[in-house]
């Protein structure tokens, strides 16, 4: 191997080194550099993974939009009276607000928030732009960064103190209207890990002492990572009158009673980005599917110096061919890199199909298709590549959700006492479902040892223990079992 190869290659074991692999992967693949000296908790994200963001973010966004979503743009500082009308956020927010409180030289007469979340400059807007039932429901998103100066070590897409995402938020006249929207948006979160990023989750609702500030109910998708730790992957809540009553949204009903409304948000992250890289990615590399990857399949002409004409001139007619059917392709004809070094450095990217061109293909009218995630090689005829390609997506696609799935089916096991739960948290990771009263108090004796938690129970209408016609009691306490509750360890 030589020394560029080895360069590109990725040292450290997922898993017995997922922390320090998955740095490596993000480094050597292109995808972010940590912030300037000084600006702990930052990141710059390049281009390879900002474009798989833009991806995601116009997956979504059509979603939205064809649900009735508008997207809109408000200030990235908000007044801390603004902040002061709704208590319970500055209650969870205020430790992780970065506060701005002068200008130039000159000290402003209110300090301003660097938005670490959004009701409380939307919500005013909101309710000056509801007056009657026929303003509702209405919907608006927003694309942008937040800031939430965590003192935690930084992950890059995981964990930073500036990230992106979207949130939305809506006013609608009932309650029912607004738990619907909740469940609309948690839907089409689902989506994009099933339909876009080839991974399952589970999805439910946080327990009550960890829902949003000021919300009824905040509902969530939760990942399952190959180190058996969760992700919080888009979380969607149900705001009940909350933020409504705070913030003054009324409306006049049909009969001309004045109404309040009720209220939700909703967001998902470039978390997503980091389940992503480590839910398929490999000791070779970066993994994505199809659906995201910035190149989507790389050319690798392979010639000697009497086949390089007839090999170059049909590689170049397979990449033609492919770019002009919308497939994104990369013709790799450098002449000072050997076909090794390319098929490395595209692995390490993530390309997710290789097609090899050599004499051989050449004098057969074939190509050699290779899949990024397990190496499988298939031959094909040339005719009809864009075809063939578009069904090895889906192929290779399938693999990727295969994968994640059995790490998810084998990932969550039953417990019935405190013992069990530790036990099986420390030996496996994974989710464990046991049992539990409703206490946040019975979550501590597993939070204290392990930095496990309640990261979901189940809708109350798919929980068995809901209805309270059981004998389960709750695996901590002697006290009857209210809710199912998932205890995982969480990034």
Known sequence: MSDDDQELGITESKTHNTGEWYAEVVRKAGLADYGPEGMSGF??????????????QGFLDAKFKDTGVQNAYFPM?????????????????DPEVAWV????????????????????????????WVRSHRDLPLRVNQWCSVVRWEATETKPFFRTKEFL???????????????????????????????????????????DHDKFPGADTTTTVEALMPDGKSVQAGTSHHLGQSFAEAFDITYSDEDE?????????????????GALIMTHSDEQGLVLPHTVAPTQVVVVPIWQEDTKDDVL??????????????????????DERNPGFKFNEHELNGVPLRIEIGPHEVDDEELTLVHRPDGESVEVDRDGVAETVREEFDEIYAKLYATAEETLDEGVR??????????????????????????????EPIKEPLAAEIVMVPFEDEDPLADGDHDETCAMCDEAAERTAYFAKTY
């Open 43 to 56: 990141i710059v994200t390049r281009p390879r993974a900002y474009a798989v963001w833009e991806r995601l």
């Open 77 to 93: 500082f908000i007044p801390e009276s603004y902040l002061e009308r709704e208590k319970d956020i500055v209650e969870g927010f």
């Open 101 to 128: 409180d002068e200008a130039g030289n000159k000290e402003l007469e209110e300090r301003l928030a660097v938005r670490p979340t959004s009701e409380s400059i939307i919500t005013p807007y909101i309710s000056q």
């Open 165 to 207: 995402w979207q949130e939305g938020h809506t006013a609608h006249a009932t309650r029912e209207d607004a738990w619907e929207e909740t469940l609309t948006r948690l839907d089409q979160y689902e989506s994009v890990y099933d339909d876009l990023l080839a991974m399952p989750v589970l999805k439910g609702q946080k327990p």
């Open 257 to 273: 009673e004045e109404r309040t409304a009720h209220t939700t948000s909703w967001g998902l992250s470039w978390r997503a980005l």
């Open 313 to 334: 001139d049909y590689a170049e007619g397979v990449a033609d061919d492919l770019d002009d059917a919308g497939i994104r392709v990369e013709l790799d004809d450098r």
């Open 414 to 443: 039953e417990a019935d006492d405190r013992a069990d739960i530790l036990g099986t948290l420390g030996q496996h990771g994974g989710y464990v479902k046991a049992p539990w009263c409703g206490d946040e108090a019975c979550e």
